[in-house]
């Protein structure tokens, strides 16, 4: 029997989409995984209240505190003791080095709040890429999840949702309509998607 893909969740920061995957799985929406572990690299995250409230694990590693690789050992090792089989990066501020994804190639998926391969890559992220996306003019932008490889938001594409620009958007006003009608959507689509995928697998 096929069983349940082991889910660990990245977050640095409110964790709205975790909720969306939270919810999903409470839903249905997600059924080939399950989400076992939220790890925050800031350990005032409210996404970890969101998890606990899921009764969810959470580990928190401080990045600040620690060299890159010394973090990435952490994570590798939160992650293998949870025998976690697929990381989804959600809201998730930190770079993760090659020598990390060697570790879970094709099996890290990220949320990307732009169509890629628009307004993406090193310094686009959060709020600074719906500025912009306004500052160039565009009339349509949207969120992408794809897997994550050595290349910053350079992975294959899995889901892609379009949002108008609306007349008088800020970064914000347009930020929470990306999220409302793209990211949450498409994130745990893709995420059931992918688990269905590795399930054959493992
Ligand atoms: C989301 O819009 C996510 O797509 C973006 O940060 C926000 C986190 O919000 N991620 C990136 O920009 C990664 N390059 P959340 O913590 O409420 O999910």
Redo the contacts with the bound molecule.
Sequence with gaps: MKRKVNIAVL??????????LIDAQKSGIIHSGEIRLVVSNNPN???LQRAKNANIKTAAIEKKKLSQSEFEKELLSVLSENEIDLII?????CILTESFIEHYRDRII?????LIPSF?GKG??????HEAALSYGVKVTG?TVHFVNEI??GGKIIMQKAVYIEEGDTPETL?KR??ENA?WII?PEAAEKVCEEIGEEI
């Design positions: 977050v640095s920061g409110g964790g709205t989409n975790l909720q969306a995250a409210y996404a990066l959600a809201g998730f501020m990220n949320v990307h709040p732009s993406c686009f992220y959060g709020l600074r890429v969120a910053p938001d930020q990306v999220m990211e994130l």
